[in-house]
Nanobody, 122 residues
Framework: QVQLVESGGGLVEAGGSLRLSCAAS????????MGWFRQAPGKEREFVAA????????YDTDSVKGRFTISRDNAKNTVYLQMNSLKPEDTAVYYC???????????????WGQGTQVTVSS
């Protein structure tokens, strides 16, 4: 069992930065690949970024490439999403999730946090 708690969301102006954190509990957390997803009002939840168990492999969706960076610190049981050059279209609730394998697919993730709101003003 893995519990995930996101933090770091907030209100920021376009062009600004935020760093989201996802604190995990559970003895086997480091054995999971991790991902970030987001869901804007009236839209489906979409994949943002994923990172492998070791942290050596990452993948970002096209809309955030060059702006967002996913990382993890297994010693601190935490995964991060550094978000730079934020745009109003990045406004959404951001969720972290844990999966048995490295994946971009929503259905691959078994454990989810409660989400943190990110709002980017124009």
């Amino acid at each position: 069992q893995v519990q995930l708690v996101e933090s770091g969301g907030g209100l920021v102006e376009a062009g600004g930065s935020l760093r989201l954190s996802c604190a995990a509990s559970g003895r086997t957390w480091s054995s999971y690949a991790m991902g970030w997803f987001r869901q804007a009002p009236g839209k489906e939840r979409e994949f943002v970024a994923a990172i492998s168990r070791s942290g050596l492999r990452t993948y970002d969706t096209d809309s955030v490439k060059g702006r967002f960076t996913i990382s993890r610190d297994n010693a601190k049981n935490t995964v991060y999403l550094q978000m730079n050059s934020l745009k109003p279209e990045d406004t959404a609730v951001y969720y972290c999730a844990a999966a048995n394998g490295f994946s971009r697919s929503y259905s691959s993730y078994d454990y989810w946090g409660q989400g943190t709101q990110v709002t980017v003003s124009s």
